[in-house]
């Protein structure tokens, strides 16, 4: 999937204040053959573009020059707001791989778990080396295939794009099912018994009663 953005060229001497109060966000693209170039974009539209495709879709951008083929590298969000206020797009380099984490996708329910085990989830991303028109929005992880204590999936198990080279370790666990224990909790004395443990070291220390002379 690819997605395109309209963009405009920017003054980097322009105030990124002033831009945000007109409904427009700062931004720059850069990559290994083209220099940081400062652009502006619609608001609404760069939100919406980056609930879309969050960092593993090609965007294309257009209004800036030759269009390029971009993945969004880095976002500024308001800590108050939760509003983007500033995002990095990194041209990709035609014919060239990209190395980039993918997150992956839990799908299903392990029977394991049904059975009252404990599914643990180890990974939530794994990095590849891929050609950009092959790039997975996500990787899917089947965990019906969970069904005993000790079933697992690895980093290797998973369906990748035919291009693409897996970079995190193979035989890395991803999600995995461990036996569940039931903690037994000790009984608690009875108050009688709670009450002779307490007097016995008293009873001990006392000291013995003086002879008469």
């Given at each position: ?87 990095d ?23 394991a ?54 970079l ?19 009984a608690?004395p ?24």
């Amino acid at each position: 999937m690819i997605l395109t953005l309209d963009v405009k060229p920017r003054d980097s001497k322009e105030s990124k204040d002033a831009l945000r109060k007109s409904g427009t966000i700062p931004a720059v693209f850069y990559g290994p053959k083209e220099g940081a170039t400062p652009i502006a974009i619609n608001a609404r539209s760069l939100e919406n573009i980056w609930k879309a495709a969050g960092e593993t879709t090609i965007i294309t951008l257009r209004g800036a020059g030759e269009e390029k083929d971009t993945l969004i590298k880095d976002v500024q969000v308001d800590p108050v707001t939760g509003a983007l206020v500033h995002a990095d797009f990194y041209v990709l380099e035609k014919g060239k791989k990209i190395t980039l984490n993918i997150p992956l996708e839990f799908v299903g329910q392990a029977p394991a778990e049904k059975a009252g085990h404990i599914l643990v989830k180890a990974l939530h991303e794994i990095e590849i080396e891929v050609a950009p028109a092959e790039i997975p929005h996500n990787l899917t992880i089947d965990l019906s295939k969970l069904e005993n204590v000790g079933d697992h999936v690895t980093a290797g198990d998973i369906a990748l794009p035919p291009s693409a080279t897996l970079l995190t370790h193979a035989e890395e666990i991803v999600a995995s099912i461990t036996a569940f224990h039931e903690e037994k909790q000790e009984a608690a004395p009875a108050p009688e018994a709670a009450a002779d443990a307490a007097a016995a070291p008293a009873a001990e220390e006392a000291p013995a009663p003086a002879e008469e002379k």
